[in-house]
Structures are given as structure tokens and as C-alpha cells.
């Protein structure tokens, strides 16, 4: 179970700030039909469910997005992950296809509107820390380069940032090679919006990663 606690300085700007945190054995697939069916099923309700103008004030989406302006971070300019899946689903685009571990966390995001960061554990170096981006903190995003994390809401090791709410990082990646899986979830809102997804989360892993050796837990401020 990985070290992890919530920095002092976002707990003052997010105080109702709440984790679930899901460690787990997985196995990589470039690609499950199965899984992948039930993502174009979920992404076909979602579309015919919501309008574009409305994913802002989805309650999840509408909560980060508070957390970010209140961290010093314009929501409109960095776009939270789940917000820019669920605006591709709405407009009929549908998802990237990635793996079967990060096509299932995308499934619980578009699912929830939750901020949800799926990482490599064996690649995290160290005690995690979910603080708040300073002025030219260095950050690779997974597949879009070097990226501004000031006032964002970013996860730590003893490296450096590793996570954020707008983009994974390259560091800490979901690869072929990947066999022990953290996927953390990020609630503004207290504990209870988290409960359903992580279970839903851990099933999801169960049914089309191979997941084992399942740890989960919950950190508060």
C-alpha cells in the first residue's frame, strides 16, 4: 500500500478534498472486445443523455473544476481529463482506445465526471504527496509534452510530479510491461462519491485485467 497523504497547502484551498485508491496486479492488453463494447455502449447513452454546454455543470465536473480555480488554474484553458473525455463522447467522437487498464479507468471517468489518475506503482519512487504545481515544476504529460502544472492540483514522489487532473504523466505511464497498477480517484466533495466508482473500478479490473493482489483504501484530509 503506497504512502500517501494530502499536502497541507490544498487541504486549506480544497478542505472537503477526499481519495480512494486502488493497488492492484494487472495484466496489459492492447485490446478486449469485450471491455470495448461495453465502453461504445456507455459512450452512445452518454451522447444521447447530455448536451456539450452541460458537462460543465455535471456535480463532479463542476466540483474540480471549482478546485482548480481555487488552486490558481483556469479550467477553460487546462481542461480536466474528464471533462475533455466526456466533451469527446457527447460530440459523438468517441474515446481513444489505449489498453484494457486505462480503457477501463476511462470508462468509470466518463461514467462519474471523476478525476481519476492511473499510474505504474512500480515506477512511483517513494512517499506521494498531492500538493498544488509551482512556477516551472517540470512535467511530461503522457502524450502531449511538456505542460504548465502551475496551480494545478499535482501528485509528488520523491522524483517529482508525476499526476495531475489534466494529464497523466510519461514517467508513470500505463505500458505493455505494467504489472502493479495504482488508479486513483479524486473527490472535492467528501468520501461518498467515490464509493460506487472504486467498486465499480475494482470490477471493471477484476473482469477484463486480470487484477489480483487488490489493495483499496481512502485518504482524507
Not at 91 to 114: E, P
Amino acid at each position: 500500500m503506497k504512502n500517501i497523504k494530502i499536502s497541507e497547502e490544498l487541504a486549506d484551498k480544497c478542505p472537503d478534498i477526499c481519495l480512494s485508491c486502488i493497488e492492484c496486479n494487472v495484466k496489459v492488453e492492447f485490446f478486449r472486445e469485450d471491455l470495448w463494447q461495453l465502453i461504445e455502449k456507455r459512450c452512445r447513452e452518454i451522447a444521447n443523455s447530455l448536451e456539450v454546454e452541460q458537462i460543465k455543470n455535471v456535480p463532479t465536473i463542476a466540483a474540480s473544476r471549482q478546485a482548480y480555480k481555487a488552486c490558481g488554474k483556469d479550467p477553460a484553458r487546462y481542461r480536466l481529463s474528464a471533462e475533455a473525455l466526456l466533451r469527446r463522447v457527447v460530440s459523438k467522437k468517441g474515446l481513444y482506445q489505449i489498453n484494457n487498464v486505462v480503457d477501463a479507468l476511462n470508462f468509470v471517468s466518463i461514467s462519474t465526471g471523476l478525476s481519476i489518475g492511473g499510474y505504474d506503482a512500480d515506477k512511483i519512487a517513494g512517499k506521494i504527496t498531492l500538493g498544488i504545481g509551482r512556477a516551472d515544476e517540470a512535467y511530461e504529460g503522457l502524450g502531449r509534452g511538456p505542460l504548465n502544472i502551475e496551480g494545478m492540483p499535482v501528485f509528488r514522489d520523491e522524483l517529482g510530479a508525476f499526476g495531475t487532473p489534466t494529464s497523466d504523466s510519461e514517467r508513470t505511464g500505463v505500458r505493455p510491461d505494467t504489472k502493479r497498477f495504482l488508479m486513483i480517484l479524486v473527490s472535492y466533495k467528501g468520501i461518498h462519491p467515490l464509493y460506487e466508482p472504486s467498486q465499480a473500478a475494482v470490477q471493471l479490473l477484476s473482469d477484463y485485467a486480470s487484477a489480483s493482489y487488490i489493495e483499496t483504501y481512502q485518504i482524507t484530509v
